[in-house]
Structure formats: C-alpha cells, structure tokens
C-alpha cells in the first residue's frame, strides 16, 4: 500500500490550496480516508474524512476546507481555501483498511488510530 501526498508549499495568508493523494495497493472505492496535520509541537489532528461510498463527508472548517474523492484516480484531496497562518503544518493522508460488508457505507473516521496506512506528509507554510 503506497499514499503519496502532493499540492502543498508556501503561500500568504488567504490563498488556496489543492492537496492530492494518490493511494495504490487498496481497494479504493471501498475504503474510508482522512486527511490530518501536525504543526510544529503539536499533535496530529484531524482536518477532513470521506467515507468510502462518497456519501459523507467531514471538515474540521467546513467554511474553507472541501474533501472529495476521485475513485476512478484512486485519489482523494483537499481543497483548503482562505489559509492562515495558523494552517502552517505537515499534511497527511491516512487510508482505513477494508473491513468489507461490516463497515458502513456512510461512516467517516476522525481519529489517527482508526486508520491503517499513511501517506509521508505534504508541508504547508501560510505567512502573513
């Protein structure tokens, strides 16, 4: 299983985003993704989920982060919108593996334990 990051860099504050990760060795259109950040000091916290039908959806600021899933790519991204400097941190996705008819179509994962496999980061910098 390989999840490769990619879109971040260093941009101002207000400007936008696209993150890409393109995941191999899964069984894409079944399986639940995430989307976490880690800043300087801090802890890995969630940004976004999707679960695996497409259905639901999660975004820690709905305002300005989108997450959506391509399953024909086998990628997921992040579109982030009016960035701040308080969104400077390590990127990352993280793929749940299939749990097969058990796991619910709708459901996303907020929580880094919940996930299996990850990617190896994207770094984003938002200066004021």
């Known amino acids: 299983v390989l999840l490769v990051e990619s879109g971040g860099g260093s941009v101002q504050t207000g400007d936008s985003l696209r993150l890409a990760c393109a995941t191999s060795g899964l069984t894409f259109p079944l399986t639940p993704m995430g989307w976490f950040r880690q800043a300087p000091g801090k802890g890995r916290e969630s940004v976004a989920a999707?679960?695996?039908?497409?259905?639901n959806f999660y975004a820690a600021d709905s305002a300005r982060f989108t997450v959506s899933r391509d399953n024909a790519k086998n990628t997921v991204y992040l579109q982030m919108n009016s960035l701040k400097p308080e969104d400077t941190a390590v990127y990352y996705c993280?793929?749940?593996?299939?749990?097969?008819?058990?796991?619910?179509?709708?459901?996303?994962?907020?929580?880094?334990?919940?996930?299996?496999?990850w990617g190896q980061g994207t770094q984003v910098t938002v200066s004021s």
């Open positions: 993280a793929a749940r593996k299939t749990r097969g008819p058990i796991e619910s179509s709708g459901r996303v994962y907020l929580r880094d334990y919940e996930y299996d496999y």
């Open positions: 999707v679960s695996w039908s497409g259905v």
